[in-house]
């Protein structure tokens, strides 16, 4: 029993949290979106499945709080479900005077708008978090200065001294050492370009960290980069640096660039025969990392709220039919030949969108259970 709140408390609750912070600004994005553009709303749900309690609000919609808290949806009048497919038949069946807001009915840019609204809400959310953060803690940094390069590293090899400075990685600007670290960190196995200051003379090269396995402090196995150097670090080397608040959007934006340029990569591994399928993860993987990340606490909790938050709105833009991307994509193509596809081919899509939704979501299970298995039992 105790075993079991446990559990519920340390990785269940985080989850859940996280999980609907992020679903409530995707969905409200389309909603305001919505709103905004005179589409009449049917239900706006947090979680699936049977209501718990609700309440109707002026303009009719029904805000609903469901049993199943994994997700959440907005859904139009019209709609035939949750997944915002549109019902043909749905302009014959209202109100003549419900016609004109109906989604299906608002014009092709309306609807792009509307689809759009619900990743960048992601994105904004992701952004606020990181720049509120940089703003209110700054951030601890050590020079980027190489102190010692191991023989024989591909550091050496590549021509890199004690004493460089290391001023930009893959054009990432490097403020601290730490940045260097996390930058080799996320390229395993992938070339990256490096500039640095020798005696005050600017070089550049690339080169190629070698990919290794590493655990973490919760026994992780995540998969590396590394090069072969080292900085030696004093309490009087690390600085804290505050950022002014024009000087913290351009560096936060540049962290949003990073993490999907760096996501976008791990992701292209898996098309070259780099990729590790045991680093790809599902809801008990992100549940489990939840409850791991808020055992350091709520300012590290939510910043895996916001870097979430940011994958989420990534992932929906995939032109996937069933996925915001995928509605996207038949909005475009109907904005290009100037009028929709037809039903039939939108219906074959959905099925087919749907199909890999599923098994991906099975696919992402029984990675998260299955080495989960293999681990504890070796």
Same mark, same amino acid.
């Given at each position: 029993?105790?075993?079991?709140?446990? !559990?519920?408390?340390?990785?269940?609750?985080?989850?859940?949290?996280?999980?609907?912070?992020?679903?409530?600004?995707?969905?409200?994005?389309?909603?305001?979106?919505?709103? /905004?553009?005179?589409?009449?709303?049917?239900?706006?749900?947090?979680?699936? &499945?049977?209501?718990?309690?609700? !309440?109707?609000? =002026?303009?009719?919609?029904? !805000?609903?709080?469901?049993?199943?808290?994994?997700?959440?949806?907005?859904?139009?009048?019209?709609?035939?479900?949750?997944?915002?497919?549109?019902?043909?038949?749905?302009?014959?069946?209202?109100?003549?005077?419900?016609?004109?807001?109906?989604?299906?009915?608002?014009?092709? /840019?309306?609807?792009?708008?509307?689809?759009?609204? @619900?990743?960048?809400?992601?994105?904004?959310? #992701?952004?606020?978090? $990181?720049?509120? $953060?940089?703003?209110?803690? @700054?951030?601890?940094?050590?020079?980027?200065?190489?102190?010692?390069?191991?023989?024989?590293?591909?550091?050496?090899?590549?021509?890199?001294?004690?004493?460089?400075?290391?001023?930009?990685?893959?054009?990432?600007?490097?403020? &601290?050492?730490?940045?260097?670290?996390?930058?080799?960190?996320?390229?395993?196995?992938?070339?990256?370009?490096?500039?640095?200051?020798?005696?005050?003379?600017?070089?550049?090269?690339? $080169?190629?960290?070698?990919?290794?396995?590493?655990?973490?402090?919760?026994?992780?196995?995540?998969?590396?980069?590394?090069?072969?150097?080292?900085?030696?670090?004093?309490?009087?080397?690390?600085?804290?640096?505050?950022?002014?608040?024009?000087?913290?959007?351009?560096?936060?934006?540049?962290? +949003?660039?990073?993490?999907?340029?760096?996501?976008?990569?791990?992701? &292209?591994?898996?098309?070259?025969?780099?990729?590790?399928?045991?680093? +790809?993860? *599902?809801?008990?993987?992100?549940?489990?990392?939840?409850?791991?990340?808020? #055992?350091? *606490?709520?300012?590290?909790?939510?910043?895996?709220?916001?870097?979430?938050?940011?994958? +989420?709105? +990534?992932?929906?833009? $995939?032109?996937?039919?069933?996925?915001? &991307?995928?509605?996207?994509?038949?909005?475009?193509?109907?904005?290009?030949? *100037? =009028?929709?596809?037809?039903?039939?081919?939108?219906?074959?899509?959905?099925?087919?969108?749907?199909?890999?939704?599923?098994?991906?979501?099975?696919?992402?299970?029984?990675?998260?259970?299955?080495?989960?298995?293999?681990?504890?039992? @070796?």
């Amino acid at each position: 029993m105790f075993d079991f709140l446990f !559990w519920l408390l340390s990785y269940l609750v985080p989850f859940l949290a996280v999980l609907t912070v992020i679903v409530f600004v995707h969905e409200m994005g389309h909603y305001l979106v919505a709103r /905004w553009n005179g589409v009449a709303i049917q239900t706006f749900s947090v979680g699936f &499945g049977r209501e718990l309690f609700g !309440w109707n609000d =002026r303009h009719g919609t029904r !805000w609903r709080l469901s049993a199943i808290p994994l997700g959440g949806y907005v859904r139009f009048v019209g709609d035939m479900n949750p997944a915002s497919v549109p019902d043909p038949e749905a302009a014959r069946k209202v109100a003549p005077e419900l016609a004109p807001r109906l989604f299906i009915n608002k014009n092709v /840019w309306q609807r792009i708008a509307i689809v759009l609204a @619900g990743p960048v809400a992601n994105i904004l959310l #992701t952004f606020l978090i $990181l720049y509120a $953060l940089l703003l209110g803690y @700054g951030r601890y940094t050590l020079s980027p200065v190489v102190d010692s390069v191991i023989a024989g590293s591909v550091a050496e090899e590549a021509g890199i001294e004690a004493g460089d400075v290391i001023v930009s990685v893959d054009g990432y600007a490097v403020h &601290g050492f730490e940045d260097f670290q996390r930058l080799v960190a996320t390229a395993p196995a992938r070339p990256v370009s490096i500039d640095l200051d020798r005696n005050g003379v600017r070089q550049s090269l690339t $080169l190629t960290p070698e990919a290794v396995e590493t655990t973490d402090r919760f026994g992780n196995v995540q998969r590396i980069g590394r090069i072969g150097v080292s900085r030696n670090v004093e309490e009087a080397d690390v600085t804290l640096y505050r950022p002014g608040p024009v000087e913290a959007v351009s560096m936060t934006v540049e962290e +949003i660039r990073f993490i999907v340029q760096r996501t976008a990569a791990f992701l &292209g591994d898996f098309f070259v025969g780099r990729g590790d399928v045991e680093q +790809i993860g *599902g809801p008990v993987k992100v549940a489990k990392v939840s409850g791991q990340v808020a #055992t350091l *606490g709520i300012v590290a909790l939510i910043n895996l709220t916001a870097l979430l938050s940011l994958n +989420i709105g +990534i992932f929906n833009l $995939l032109p996937v039919p069933m996925l915001d &991307g995928g509605h996207l994509l038949y909005y475009l193509v109907e904005a290009v030949r *100037g =009028r929709p596809l037809s039903m039939r081919v939108q219906e074959i899509g959905f099925r087919f969108g749907f199909a890999l939704v599923v098994a991906l979501m099975v696919f992402t299970l029984f990675n998260d259970t299955i080495f989960a298995y293999l681990r504890a039992a @070796g």
